[in-house]
């Protein structure tokens, strides 16, 4: 008896398709919920992109109206008065910034459980842990002011503590606990997170660009010597727009991390 030759039927194989990027991701993330990953740093970002653009015109119009500006050391270079008041509008903006971007990481974190809240949910723990925001937030700082000690061993702990601010709002420990924390999470993960954090350059770049042709066609009516008013004013519109595209840029730096933390968590206890 004869048997015929059978062929088996082909494998209908697909390819493995590969996980998106933790950027791609994050816009993703920010793309369908614009309201919870934008809001939050929105909130407390925007009143002092204004106060901050309103101050500077005041002091250099106003105040000190013989000040020069139009440097960029203006502010080493500015009077006592004039340093002093902006290191402190500064200080403040940077304080509500970490606020504003710990609310971004709790809203986030509620979108990756499916559990959405908010705005004022997200905001309230922010609010409410604002010390050890505070403390964390000098403790970066001091890293970066210490660069006697080497900028090698200066970005290592940068990198290291960096998903602090997700262990203490997401977990809710302490300030110590939220350093080892991210010490244990980032252990073999450093690079991959040192990329991640690069990926936010494009946006700054893309910042500076369209500031500086925003402000070059604005100007140009002027002619090239627009007086000092005028010219005031424009600076002034170039910080307030620097504060108000600071924040998709923290949005995204701010998904980006927690979305990073989740899944570096995942993965230490799988």
Do not use: H
């Not at 008896?1 to 209908?12: C, D, I, S, V, W």
């Not at 009077?79 to 971007?101: E, K």
């Not at 702990?157 to 709002?169: D, E, K, S």
């Amino acid at each position: 008896m004869n048997e015929e030759a059978t062929t088996p039927p082909a494998l209908n194989i697909q390819p493995v398709k590969k996980p998106d990027a933790t950027w791609l991701r994050a816009l993703g993330l920010m793309r369908r919920n614009p309201r919870a990953t934008l809001l939050p740093i929105a909130v407390t970002q925007l009143p002092f992109a204004v106060l901050t653009a309103v101050v500077f015109f005041y002091l250099f119009n106003n105040q000190y109206p013989n000040a020069k500006f139009d440097s960029f050391d203006w502010l080493s270079n500015a009077p006592n008065g004039i340093r002093l008041t902006m290191v402190l509008v500064g200080a403040a903006q940077s304080l509500f910034s970490l606020v504003g971007a710990s609310a971004t990481m709790v809203s986030v974190a509620g979108l990756i459980k499916s559990k959405p809240v908010r705005l004022a949910e997200a905001l309230d723990p922010a609010f409410t842990r604002m010390g050890g925001l505070l403390l964390i937030g000098a403790l970066f700082y001091g890293f970066i002011l210490a660069t006697a000690i080497g900028i090698i061993v200066m970005l290592y702990f940068l990198i290291r503590f960096g998903l602090a601010l997700q262990v203490y709002m997401i977990e809710g420990t302490s300030i110590t606990g939220a350093l080892g924390g991210s010490w244990r999470l980032l252990r073999g993960r450093m690079l991959s997170f040192f990329g991640l954090a690069l990926a936010t350059v494009p946006f700054g770049l893309a910042l500076m660009i369209v500031t500086s042709i925003v402000l070059a066609i604005a100007v140009a009516p002027f002619g090239a010597d627009p007086g000092r008013t005028v010219d005031l004013v424009f600076q002034s519109i170039a910080i307030l727009v620097v504060g108000i595209m600071l924040v998709p840029i923290g949005a995204f730096l701010a998904t980006c991390t927690t979305i990073f933390y989740f899944a570096a968590k995942d993965q230490s206890s799988g």
